[in-house]
């Protein structure tokens, strides 16, 4: 037990030993703690100050602002006419079902079918490409769709084609009628 004589704390050098460990062990690491914390945030005003100030994002570039929306735009566009190329190719996919269905002509018109069901194979693909190039820029994705509506026309004038010879003195009908806002 440690003796007091005076203002003095007299206590064994085995006492001194086990205090010694215990404020090592308990009170330095909050000491050292809190003493870098008290550094940080002694520094922190001179840290704010050295930003510059484009970081707040007030210095943008109004042109690249300006790009960025028309892309965003094209990009939406884009988005819509390919998810109305995607119905009419639903809808000429049904339609050229309905018709191998009704066709008892033998092997010619089956042949002429499995073209055709190739070429909408081959739509639907270039279709799933454009879909995940959408996220490249709107100039490589602008020409595509011209060439996919084009590409639905002469489909389309097939199967009326088919249908006509399927039904005679029938006119044919259109399958795929693009929007006025879908012609380029």
Do not use: C, N
Request: hydrophobic residues 40%.
């Amino acid at each position: 037990m440690p003796e007091v004589h005076g203002d003095q704390l007299d206590v064994s050098a085995e006492e001194r030993r086990y205090l010694r460990r215990t404020f090592h062990r308990l009170a330095l690491p909050w000491l050292l703690i809190a003493s870098a914390l008290g550094a940080l945030v002694g520094s922190l005003p001179r840290w704010i100050e050295a930003q510059p100030a484009t970081a707040s994002g007030s210095g943008e570039d109004p042109q690249a602002r300006e790009q960025v929306g028309s892309m965003r735009g094209d990009m939406a566009s884009l988005s819509q006419r390919l998810v109305a190329a995607e119905d009419s190719l639903t809808k000429t996919r049904d339609r050229l079902a309905m018709l191998e269905g009704r066709s008892g002509r033998g092997e010619s018109g089956g042949a002429d079918t499995a073209e055709v069901e190739q070429r909408l194979d081959a739509i639907v693909g270039r279709i799933a490409a454009l879909e995940s190039r959408v996220g490249d820029g709107a100039t490589h994705a602008s020409a595509d769709p011209a060439r996919l509506d084009a590409r639905l026309t002469a489909l389309d004038e097939r199967l009326a084609r088919l249908e006509s010879d399927g039904r005679p003195g029938a006119p044919p009908s259109r399958a795929v009628s693009p929007a006025a806002g879908d012609v380029e």
